[in-house]
């Protein structure tokens, strides 16, 4: 039993990894622990619990994220951090070997969608999905964005990112019933928390997978029968002219149009794993990228208010941005990058190899070994960002970026496996923040700083507050 416990720390503790359960696989998992084990001797790392390992150090009851600030100045670009006695994952810390193993594919979680699949499945997805991406698909959904943020904006002195969750869902459906909902509710929140002038903005985003499941089953209903009803419509050449006159080709029908060349498409199952995966991508990581840009902004107020003064010279009187104006708003650009540099919405990014690697330092991992790359930390390492606890956003001008390393600034990850949805983030980012900015003035809450903590989208556990005061232009 022990022998086979220690096998799990090569291969992922669990059923899928190498689907183990012959006695061939057993000594194949053996061997590589052991292989392991040898390798991990180049990797010295935090003090392990005989029981508890060490991830509990960065979890546990009043642990906070910045635990592994503290072991990545003793033990700089690598250290494996150990769930319990069997399962470990290599935290890579350094750009050079984020850079090796985002060059290679590697296996990712078991699942369906996209970002869990791998292999030639995998490479199908990404082929079917990448045209749904393309700007002239995203374009239209810059006055979408635009809409959704002035519903939550709407009030006088409200705005709860939270509501996202509902705004946002526009993307993947047909959704007028979505945004007729997502108003209502967010009128309903206005009403509820209406206060003339200064009140908290709450952070509220689904803290828990039960939550996030139960907002998958509802969307599911959703999704069935409207995949049945576009189906239907999509299948007849004069009704799809009609619809693309109508309205632009969403993504759910770029999943459903989407063929190969052979002429195979994605099954239903296929699709409804789409849509959770896009459902998850979509909101959670981009309703943290703005809740986290707008607490930069409230700590920082000069950069703040440039961030203000660029957007009002850009639109004058009008509330509404328009796809051109995306790429006139450096200043406000450069502050979402440097918010996300500090607090990625991802900050850690796992990987089974599935391929032995040695890096540049002749350092080695087996096959089968679980490694995190940590975007946290190395978008906070002091060899690739000066100070980097400070808020620059002249980092990213075009003068002191080029010359950095080409995996220093990772929030949406690299190689093949990117972020499909970088494009359309950085657009629902810039849209959020600079129609917000227009109505309310940031200000810190320091009675409540955020305590992150590490799950797949940076979270704090005290949420994220800050004052907000209605801006008066008149
Ligand atoms: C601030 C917002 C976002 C951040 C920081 C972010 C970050 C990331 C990162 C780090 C990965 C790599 C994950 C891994 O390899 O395990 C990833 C993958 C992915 N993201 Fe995003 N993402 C964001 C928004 C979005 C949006 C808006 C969508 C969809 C509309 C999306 C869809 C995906 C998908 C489908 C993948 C998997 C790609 C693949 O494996 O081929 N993401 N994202």
New binding site residues.
């Given amino acids: 039993i022990c022998a086979y416990l220690v096998s799990a720390s090569a291969s992922d503790l669990g059923a899928y990894a190498t689907g183990c359960q012959q006695p061939s696989c057993f000594v194949k998992s053996l061997h590589l622990a052991q292989t392991l084990n040898k390798a991990l001797k180049s990797f010295p790392g935090p003090p392990v619990h005989w029981l508890f390992g060490n991830v509990h150090e960065i979890t546990g009851r009043g642990k906070d994220l910045d635990k592994l600030l503290e072991w990545s100045k003793k033990y700089a670009r690598a250290f494996p951090v150990w769930f319990g006695k069997f399962v470990v994952f290599v935290s890579l810390n350094d750009a050079d070997y984020a850079k090796a193993v985002c060059a290679r594919g590697g296996k ?1 979680r078991a699942g369906k969608g ?2 869990t699949l791998h292999g030639p499945k ?1 490479f199908q997805h ?1 082929k079917l999905l990448t045209p749904g991406f393309h700007y002239g698909v995203l374009k239209p959904y810059v006055s979408l964005i635009t809409k959704s943020t002035q519903v939550m904006l709407v009030g006088t002195a409200v705005a709860i990112v939270i509501t996202c969750t509902w705004f946002f869902s526009d ?1 993947y459906a047909d959704s007028k019933a979505s945004l007729a909902i997502s108003s209502l509710f967010s009128w309903i929140l206005c009403l509820i928390w209406y206060l003339p002038y200064q009140i908290d903005f709450i952070y509220w985003l689904s803290r828990d997978g039960r939550r996030f499941q139960k907002a998958c089953e509802i969307v599911h209903l959703q999704t069935d029968k409207v995949i049945k009803e576009r189906k239907k419509s999509l299948k007849d050449e004069q009704e799809l002219e009609k619809i693309q006159k109508k309205r632009h080709l969403d993504f759910l029908d770029i999943l459903l149009c989407a063929k190969d060349e052979k002429g195979d498409g994605l099954s239903d199952e296929d699709i409804r794993a789409e849509v959770d ?2 459902m998850f ?2 909101h959670d ?2 309703a943290s ?1 703005i809740s986290w840009t707008l607490y930069c902004l409230a700590m920082y107020p000069e950069h703040q208010q440039k961030c203000r003064e660029e957007i009002r010279e850009l639109l004058g009187d009008q509330e509404t941005i328009q796809w051109d104006d995306l790429g006139k708003m450096p200043y406000t650009t450069m502050c979402i990058k440097e918010s ?1 540099r500090i607090f ?3 900050p850690f ?2 990987r089974q190899l599935s391929k032995p690697i040695t890096f540049h330092d002749g350092r080695y991992l087996p096959e089968g070994t679980l490694v995190g790359i940590n ?1 946290y930390l190395i978008h906070r390492d002091p060899s690739l960002w000066k100070d980097p606890e400070v808020f620059d956003p002249m980092r990213f001008s075009p003068e002191n970026s080029s010359q950095r390393h080409s995996h220093a600034f990772v ?3 690299a190689g093949a ?6 494009q ?2 950085m657009i ?2 810039k849209v959020a923040i600079a129609l917000s900015l227009l109505r309310f003035e940031f200000s810190p809450n320091p009675a409540k700083i955020p305590r992150k903590i590490p799950q797949v989208v940076l979270r704090s556990k005290n949420g994220i507050h800050v004052h907000l005061k209605k801006i008066d232009w008149h």
Avoid: D, H, K
């Avoid at 496996?417 to 970088?422: D, L, P, V």
């Fill in positions: 990712s996209l970002l995998w990404r993307f995966t896009f991508g979509g990581t981009t990228g996300i990625p919405p991802v990014v796992a975007i929030p949406f990850s496996r990117n972020c499909i949805g970088q359309f983030a629902e980012m």
